[in-house]
């Protein structure tokens, strides 16, 4: 074949055709579907101004039903026979009172009477008589003049319209009704109300998580379609649905048609270039043909990587049954594993733990996992060993380096790994360490801690080879808190952190959300040399309270060694215990989410439950520790809970665990936002406040304080005292109470009183006292 059979003719690409063909072709696409979510736009927005006009026709139709009930509620406590019974000679009959309700007003499910000082909330059970009950009756003698209306279920499902409504007589309030209506009669109104196209739904809460009780209309209603819209006199509200349309651009008709026109525009404006470029391009096909022509080439460079290498085959650990006696199970305690350092805690055992971890993550179906320490100085060598066992099994470790708890607590939601473990020995002293494990979620406690014991002791591992990355996520969970809470004004705090490793991080939080920060023993150092990092003593708040008042601070603020827990003083030298604390916080989260459950531990004051009654929430006791107490507000949905060691647990605008430096941010939110400017003493003095201990301990042998307990709840006699067994033993009178519980971190009895005067709790003492001395008469008794 000859070389000019060979050659072939040349060509050439003419971008300046083919660019404006493709540009033009594109904004021409994008002007049309812009155009389209354009209308889409238009008529979801001319669809929600038509469901909040139907919305608000039905809520006007309901309020006027509810007050229709009400007045007759209102009108039947008026009738003279109800009147009679409740202005008797001997007294008020609740029950005649109730019969002759039930006879004027026929069509009531229930009636029920109650004194007008409501002893039978403040000292009842509430788990008979129904926290929501509970609370409409606090809430109808605080606020009388808006006791809202609720719709309730009774045991046969049937659902009932409930008022609590004070029963005066000449002007007196005599007893407090509860009165249960028809609820149909509300239903046949919401149905009525000739929704057509427009979705509406009747709910009952706050806005946030309600109660679906009914849904009319065409339109598709997501399970909440919006905060919805407040029925007056009660907790229902009308909730209306978008309608349903693919807008995946910006709700704005007037940007989206701008943005549209400016395409097409833009579109047929790269046509026209690209007509102009074809005939530039047919004018030059015109001309002579060059004598010589251009080939044009196309130069392909692939680049091939490389197999990565096989991982050599891990030598597989041994998996033989570990002796008992080289893994002390005192150490796995109720919430969490703790143990002292060279002793029972050694890097072998740490290791087996981290095996044990990693096996249970494994078979939960769990691969990653976030490992944090605080700053005691056996924590960088149980932190290794610890991850050597976690990828053992398999398991991806994040380590975040030395971080408080909830540190941790907060990487495991924000890496979105669910799992994570802190190394940390708390409060405890410096030769202490120890595990804080979540896994999936769950904060391991009791049975799930005992059950990795028992994976060490019968060598039930599981085999692999994870891998292990560092990530700081310090700067992260600054900017979380501060992007969150800010105070309305500068206030001067002394932050005391004893040392711990809340140094590293809580001076930074709180000066980010505004407030003028004192640092005192803020730097980390394992050995604690100042004082003991335990706010829940209060020798170890004397060099606090002396700096806030030598700074004219507005408050002073401790940590403990990990972070989790928060202690407060003011500058009268006043240590604000954590029950009070609460108090503070309840009322805040209930005035946002009225019925949230808030709860406490058995070692708080009984001030807390008719306060949280009063502000509408409803009140839950429960065991002390940190775990049980994060099980119980996931099993709840509480909006918050709070120990008397000082750990506080947000699930409103936070994650539900327990974190020092979060509850002292949104503390210095409420004070400085305080609307009549009052200082913190000020405020706190307005919360109810007895005569109380802080906690009393007795030290005893390891395992030897849990056997006391056994026998001290089945010996101990308190004549006229409600009992509480969940935790230890407490016993309430009506003018206080005294605790005995067993440790979870240490070998002590703890033991707590609180009372409304110096008598009563002198006397709820010698009780306890003489209990106590009954069934071991060589106890230290502390007080």
């Known amino acids: 074949m000859s070389e000019a059979t060979a050659a072939r003719p040349g060509f050439r690409v003419d971008w300046r055709v083919l660019l404006p063909l493709a540009l033009g072709t594109l904004l021409l696409v994008s002007g049309v579907f812009l155009a389209w979510q354009a209308s889409l736009v238009w008529r979801l927005q001319s669809g929600i101004a038509r469901a909040d006009a139907v919305r608000d026709a039905v809520v006007g139709a309901l309020a006027k039903e509810v007050r229709s009930q009400r007045e007759r509620v209102v009108q039947a406590l008026a009738s003279p026979s109800v009147q009679q019974a409740l202005d008797g000679e001997g007294g008020p009959d609740y029950g005649a009172a109730a019969s002759a309700l039930k006879q004027v007003l026929p069509e009531a499910g229930d009636a029920q009477f109650f004194s007008a000082n409501l002893d039978e909330v403040l000292d009842g059970d509430l788990k008979a008589l129904g926290y929501a009950k509970a609370a409409a009756l606090m809430h109808a003698k605080v606020h009388p003049e808006t006791p809202p209306a609720e719709m309730r279920s009774g045991a046969d499902r049937r659902r009932r319209l409930m008022f609590a409504q004070p029963a005066p007589i000449d002007g007196k309030v005599r007893a407090y009704a509860v009165v249960e209506l028809p609820f149909e009669p509300l239903v046949e109104v919401f149905q009525d109300t000739g929704a057509g196209a427009t979705g509406l739904q009747l709910r009952q809460g706050d806005g946030r998580g309600d109660l679906q009780i009914d849904s009319i209309g065409s339109a598709r209603l997501s399970p909440v379609a919006d905060f919805g819209a407040p029925v007056p006199g009660s907790s229902l509200r009308v909730g209306s649905a978008e309608p349903e349309y693919f807008i995946v651009m910006p709700r704005s008709f007037g940007l989206l048609a701008f943005l549209s026109l400016l395409c097409l525009l833009g579109g047929a404006g790269a046509l026209w270039l690209r007509q102009v470029g074809v005939q530039r391009a047919v004018a030059m096909l015109r001309r002579p043909t060059q004598s010589k022509t251009e080939d044009i080439t196309l130069a392909e460079a692939i680049q091939q990587n490389p197999e990565p ?313 429960w065991r002390t520790g940190h775990s049980l107490i994060k099980s119980k507000m996931r099993e709840t949905e509480a909006a918050m809970a709070g120990e008397m060691s000082g750990h506080f647990f947000f699930g409103e605008r936070w994650y539900g665990f327990d974190d020092g430096i979060y509850a002292a941010a949104r503390l210095m939110e409420i004070l400085a936002g305080d609307l009549d400017g009052r200082t913190a003493q000020q405020i706190f003095d307005t919360l109810p406040k007895g005569v109380s201990t802080p906690e009393l301990k007795i030290p005893m042998r390891e395992g030897e304080h849990y056997r006391f307990i056994e026998q001290f709840r089945a010996k101990a006699k308190f004549d006229g005292a409600r009992l509480t067994t969940i935790d230890g033993l407490r016993a309430d009178w009506p003018d206080g109470w005294g605790l005995v519980r067993a440790s979870n971190t240490t070998p002590v009895l703890v033991l707590r009183f609180d009372a409304d005067n110096a008598a009563a709790l002198t006397r709820i003492q010698d009780l306890f006292r003489a209990q106590l001395k009954a069934l071991d008469p060589a106890l230290p008794i502390p007080f």
């Open 309 to 621: 290498a096989a991982k050599p085959a891990a030598s597989k650990p041994a998996v033989a049954a570990v002796d008992p006696a080289q893994v002390d199970a005192s150490m796995f305690r109720a919430y969490d594993i703790r143990g002292v350092v060279g002793k029972g805690l050694t890097y072998d055992v740490a290791r087996l733990i981290g095996r044990a971890v990693g096996s249970e993550a494994r078979d939960r179906g769990l691969r990653e996992i976030v490992v944090g320490r605080d700053g005691r100085l056996s924590g960088p060598e149980l932190v290794r060993a610890l991850i050597e066992g976690l990828r053992s099994t398999g398991m991806d470790v994040i380590d975040i380096g030395a971080a408080p708890t909830p540190v941790t607590y907060f990487a495991n939601y924000h890496l979105q790994t669910g799992s994570g473990i802190s190394v940390t020995g708390s409060h405890n002293p410096p030769d202490y360490n120890g595990f804080k494990i979540v896994l999936g979620g769950e904060t391991l406690s009791e049975g799930a801690i005992q059950d990795l014991y028992r994976r060490i002791v019968e060598g039930r591992f599981v085999d692999g080879m994870g891998g292990l990355q560092a990530i700081d996520v310090g700067q992260d969970y600054i900017r979380r808190i501060t992007d969150d809470v800010q105070t309305e004004r500068r206030l001067k705090i002394v932050v005391d952190c004893g040392n711990g490793i809340p140094g590293a991080i809580a001076p930074a939080v709180l000066e980010g959300i505004g407030c003028e920060v004192v640092p005192l023993y803020c730097e980390v150092d394992g050995t604690f040399p100042n004082h003991h990092p335990d706010p829940s003593d209060l020798h170890n708040l004397e060099d606090l309270i002396a700096v806030v008042r030598h700074e004219k601070a507005d408050l002073g603020l401790a940590f403990d060694g990990d972070g989790d827990r928060l202690g407060v003083v003011t500058p009268s030298g006043e240590v604000i215990f954590p029950d009070r604390l609460l108090m503070l916080f309840a009322i805040d989260i209930l005035t946002r989410n009225p019925g949230a459950t808030i709860i406490y531990d058995v070692k708080c004051t009984g001030h807390l439950q008719p306060l949280i009654l009063q502000h509408g929430g409803s009140p839950l006791m």
